[in-house]
T-cell receptor, first 113, second 113 residues
């Protein structure tokens, strides 16, 4: 059974800092890994999708890396802003045809001015 | 472009009452559809998925059921709600074929009294 763990559970940083969120998973047989952002009381916004054959993906100030063999992914946020404050969720898709995602518990990020 | 709609956004229901939550997707055909529940402190859990009209699979035994009467419509139902059905319900879709991202709706906050 796939298990996904995110560290840290919460993170508070001053504006402008570069930061790293960590995600680990127990079963390396994955199709892909997806990072999401969730604002309070809202749905999930997809940030980045990394296929199992890829090492990293970039979108603006976000960079996600994947080391499938060690079961790890990191989300790097450059030059953090107060608008980045949200919960960040990591989800892995296992080797099934219907696309089930297994989620971590998330990292609550607060960026203060 | 594709969009996903969920309604209602918020719902307060008494124990023992019925439930119907609706999700529709626009701008795509024959998507995979998913219902997730996000309970406090428990993360996101997949409840049901559907790969086509009338095809429903359940991930966990529970008091809820799902139906897909049309290609882009996914309904979550219950005949009699329990207190434990409280939570944040999220609908998601994913294009079939290839390793695609999942996209989520804005969710329904369900409170059982």
């Amino acid at each position: 059974k796939q298990e996904v763990t995110q560290i840290p559970a919460a993170l508070s940083v001053p504006e402008g800092e570069n930061l790293v969120l960590n995600c680990s998973f127990t079963d390396s047989a994955i199709y892909n890994l997806q990072w999401f952002r969730q604002d309070p009381g809202k749905g999930l916004t997809s940030l980045l999708l990394i296929q199992s054959s890829q090492r990293e993906q970039t979108s603006g100030r976000l960079n996600a890396s994947l080391d499938k063999s060690s079961g790890r992914s990191t989300l790097y946020i450059a030059a953090s802003q107060p608008g980045d404050s949200a919960t960040y969720l990591c989800a892995v898709r296992g080797g099934t045809s219907y696309g089930k995602l297994t989620f971590g518990q998330g990292t609550i990020l607060t960026v203060h001015p | 472009s594709q969009t996903i709609h969920q309604w209602p956004a918020t719902l307060v229901q008494p124990v023992g009452s019925p439930l119907s939550l609706e999700c529709t997707v626009e701008g795509t055909s024959n998507p995979n559809l998913y219902w997730y529940r996000q309970a406090a402190g428990r993360g996101l859990q997949l409840l049901f998925y559907s790969v086509g009209i009338g095809q429903i699979s359940s991930e966990v035994p529970q008091n809820l059921s799902a139906s897909r009467p049309q290609d882009r419509q996914f309904i979550l139902s219950s005949k009699k709600l329990l207190l434990s059905d409280s939570g944040f319900y999220l609908c998601a879709w994913m294009a079939q074929g290839g390793r695609q991202p999942q996209h989520f709706g804005d969710g329904t906050r369900l409170s059982i009294l």
